[in-house]
Structures are given as C-alpha cells and as structure tokens.
C-alpha cells in the first residue's frame, strides 16, 4: 500500500477562487482527519469522520471550508472562496477504527495570493 | 478540553548532547501520549506512544501524570535526529489526535 495519498502536493490560487484538496485513504482504513498546519499555530485538527460521518467538524475555521467522504476510501476539502489566511499545508490521516495511530499523507502546500 | 503545550519552538544541540523536548498536557482523564516526528521533506510520522514502553531510535519518554508532562529524551543527539517534533494526546472516547505545536530539533556537527 502507498498509503495516504494526497493531491496537489502544492496548489497556488488567487484569491476568491475554489481550492479542492484530495485524500485517498489507506486500504481498510475507516477514519479519516483533516488537519492544517502553520507555524504560528502548528497542526490543528479540522475535521474527522468515521465510517464516513463527520463526527467533529468544530475545528473548521468557517462556512468557506467543507469536506465530504464521497466513499469509504475518499475525502475531499474545498475552500471557497479562499482567501490568503489560508495559505498552510493541509494534511489528511486515516486510522482503522479502534487504533490510535494514524498515518499522514504527505500534505498539500496551499498559496492564495 | 485537552491542550498539548510544546514551549520551545526550536531546540539547537550540538551532535553527541542529551536533549530533551518538552511537552505538557492539560486533560482531566487518563490521556494517551504520542510523540510524532517529520523529517525534512517527509511525511509526518509516529515516533513512539507512551503505552509501548519503548526506546525508538534511542528516544524515551515517560508519562508523567503528576506533572502533566511527557518528555522526549535521548543522551546523545545525532545530526540525523534533526527534525520537528511534535507532542500528541488522543483522549478517551476522542479519536482525533491533539497536537501540540512543535519543536524544531537541530543537531549541529
């Protein structure tokens, strides 16, 4: 297995425009975290879901960001509009259920200029 | 709530010295701790988890509950072991990691 795979590696955008980023989740795996990282602030959690239900969603900044589990082994996460508050990686993990570990993909670098 | 507090955001030893990352965490329950590490251009990755009892790479590091702390320690630094680090705790019934925010390590020759 390749493990969590992300795309883009680097996105740049202008500002306004829709960002979408990809996770393909690790085979068998059935939890899936969004989380950003920035210097100031590190890695914060957006976002997870089990067995494709948003379980906690509190982390996500604001109505500009969604993320959806389209199937058990997929999730996107769209910024729209983005803005340059934005600019971070954006790293998505996965974990089979009732383990604690979880491993990272190897993030998207986000620029909105 | 549960909070991981890394103070030092950056940590320069020289190669062959002991080091040691600091984390303190803040939860009312009985954690559990990670330390997680990137290297450079590589993905984030677990390090080793407090219930393992585990020396990785010649890390160690020991829950403290009575100090809230779980530091990360190995006696003599390799210019290899550059990298950030990052402290974690996942709380009963939250299956989301809490990071803390990071300490760059760097081990000069």
């Known amino acids: 297995d390749a493990g969590v795979i992300q795309s883009p590696r680097h996105e740049v955008t202008e500002m306004g425009q829709e960002v979408t980023l990809r996770c393909k989740l690790i085979s068998g795996h059935n939890s899936l975290f969004w989380y950003r990282q920035t210097m100031m602030r590190g890695l914060e959690l957006l976002i997870y879901?089990?067995?494709?239900?948003?379980?906690?969603d509190s982390g996500m900044p604001e109505d500009r960001f969604s993320a959806k589990m389209p199937n058990a082994s997929f999730s996107t996460l769209k910024i729209q509009p983005s803005e340059p508050r934005d600019s971070a990686v954006y790293f998505c993990a996965s974990s089979l259920e009732g383990a604690t570990e979880a491993f990272f993909g190897q993030g998207t670098r986000l620029t909105v200029v | 709530a549960q909070r991981v507090t890394q103070p030092e955001k950056l940590l320069s030893v020289f190669k062959g010295a002991p080091v040691e990352l600091k984390c303190n965490y803040s939860?009312?329950?009985?954690?559990?701790l990670f330390w997680y590490v990137q290297y450079s251009r590589q993905r984030l990755q677990l390090l080793l988890r407090?219930?393992s009892r585990e020396s990785i790479k010649g890390f160690t590091a020991d829950l403290n509950k009575g100090e809230t702390s779980f530091h990360l320690k190995k006696p003599f630094a390799q210019e290899e072991d550059s990298a950030m680090y990052y402290c974690a705790l996942n709380s009963a019934g939250r299956r989301a990691l809490t990071f803390g925010s990071g300490t760059r390590l760097q081990v000069q020759p």
């Open positions: 939860y009312s329950g009985s954690p559990e």
């Open positions: 407090h219930i």
């Open positions: 879901f089990n067995n494709n239900v948003p379980i906690d």
